[in-house]
Structures are given as structure tokens and as C-alpha cells.
């Protein structure tokens, strides 16, 4: 799996969008972009995912660039209930059966 | 609704004790998966199993031991337990074919003695 790189913490206003970066400059053609969460004492939690075109879900959007080597996570209007660390996770997908690489993350706080 | 546990949620124990952190789910998932946290080293692998009879070691596997006898468990197994395992870990799963989300567990809080 292709190596990622985020920002060790971010915050974010409540209500404002909250915008987490993450690049991976070494994605193969057959990665795919995947975000996950994990709240104070949680498991983490599926977001996202995506290949080469923006996508966009109930709990955010993902925008990746055209060279694919960065990617950003949206998620439009912050809660205190987003605080938590997210992790930008390059895999191919399908790979269900395939470990989770997990890097450090970024820490969003959202502040009331 | 289908879930995916964990027990105990807390645990206490002795260096050179045996313990067994259990993991449970419902969906009929072929993979399981356990992690454990640890502050500044993040999530990572211990062991991985892809079905019945099935396991793999991971980053992190010694002194740990997995067993795979049906499709909905998953126990993880410290043979003799160290201070070095204190740690929280995670039990997670996920279908084989086009899966492409791990459901994580709840988290089992070890803390060795």
C-alpha cells in the first residue's frame, strides 16, 4: 500500500467545513483513496473512499486531485461530535480481505 | 442488527497469566481481523484470519495466538502475558469479495500488571 501524508492536528470552527488534507504522491493506478475516523475510545470508522472522481456521502466528500497524488477530505458542516483522528488509508480496492496499513492521522478538533 | 463485539471491555491482569480477548460478529464475514493501539505507534496488526481453520500473523504477532473454528469468532490468546501488552485492541471484519469497508469492534482495554 501506498504511503500517505497528513497533518498531525488541525481545528476547525463548529458549523464551518472542515477541510483534511492528505497526500500520497506513490498511489498506483489500481488505489484507492479511503478515510477513516476514530472518536476518543472508538473504533475507527469507515468515511469514504474513491479513485479518481470526487465523491460524496452522507457523512462527507472526497476530492482527489487529477494526478491523484493528493486528496481531500470534506466534511461540510463540523460538529463537536467530528472530533476525532482521521486516517487517509491508500489500498486497492475490493481488498476486503486486506489489512488496514494504519499511519498516524490527523487530529480535527472542533471548537464550539 | 448485525454487530460486532468484544469482551471483556476492560481487563486486569497478572504477568504469566493466560488471557483470552473474545471477538464476535454477525454479518457471516469471512475476514476477521485484531489490532491494538498504543499511544504513538497508532493501530496495528497482530493477526488476520480469511476463514474457518485460517489464520496469518501480522506486524506485531509475538506472544499472541489466534483460532479460527467457526466464522463468527475470532479470540485472541496471550500466552503469558507482559507488561509490554498493555494496550487497547481491536477486533475487526469484513466481507471477502468486493468488501470494501473493516468494521471495527468496540475496543478491549488490557492492562497487564
Known amino acids: 500500500d501506498a504511503k500517505t501524508t497528513q497533518p498531525t492536528s488541525m481545528d476547525c470552527a463548529e458549523g464551518r467545513a472542515a477541510n483534511l488534507p492528505c497526500n500520497h504522491s506513490?498511489?498506483?493506478?489500481?488505489?484507492?483513496v479511503y478515510w477513516y475516523r476514530q472518536i476518543h475510545s472508538q473504533g475507527p470508522q469507515y468515511i469514504i473512499h474513491?479513485?479518481?472522481n470526487n465523491e460524496t456521502n452522507e457523512m462527507a466528500s472526497l476530492i482527489i486531485t487529477e494526478d491523484r497524488k493528493s486528496s481531500t477530505l470534506i466534511l461540510p458542516h463540523a460538529t463537536l461530535r467530528d472530533t476525532a483522528v482521521y486516517y487517509c488509508i491508500v489500498r486497492v480496492a475490493g481488498s476486503g480481505n486486506t489489512p488496514l496499513v494504519f499511519g498516524k492521522g490527523t487530529r480535527l478538533s472542533v471548537i464550539a | 442488527d448485525a454487530e460486532i463485539t468484544q469482551s471483556p471491555r476492560h481487563k486486569i491482569t497478572e504477568t504469566g497469566r493466560q488471557v483470552t480477548l473474545a471477538c464476535h460478529q454477525t454479518w457471516n464475514h469471512n475476514n476477521m481481523f485484531w489490532y491494538r493501539q498504543d499511544l504513538g505507534h497508532g493501530l496495528r496488526l497482530i493477526h488476520y484470519s480469511y476463514g474457518v481453520q485460517d489464520t496469518n500473523k501480522g506486524e506485531v504477532s509475538d506472544g499472541y495466538s489466534v483460532s479460527r473454528s467457526n466464522t463468527e469468532d475470532l479470540p485472541l490468546t496471550l500466552e503469558s502475558a507482559a507488561s509490554s501488552q498493555t494496550s487497547v485492541y481491536f477486533c475487526?471484519?469484513?466481507?471477502?469479495?468486493?468488501?470494501?469497508?473493516?468494521?471495527f469492534g468496540p475496543g478491549t482495554r488490557l492492562t497487564v500488571t
Open positions: 475487526a471484519s469484513s466481507r471477502s469479495q468486493g468488501g470494501n469497508e473493516q468494521y
Open positions: 474513491g479513485l479518481k
Open positions: 506513490t498511489i498506483s493506478g489500481n488505489e484507492y
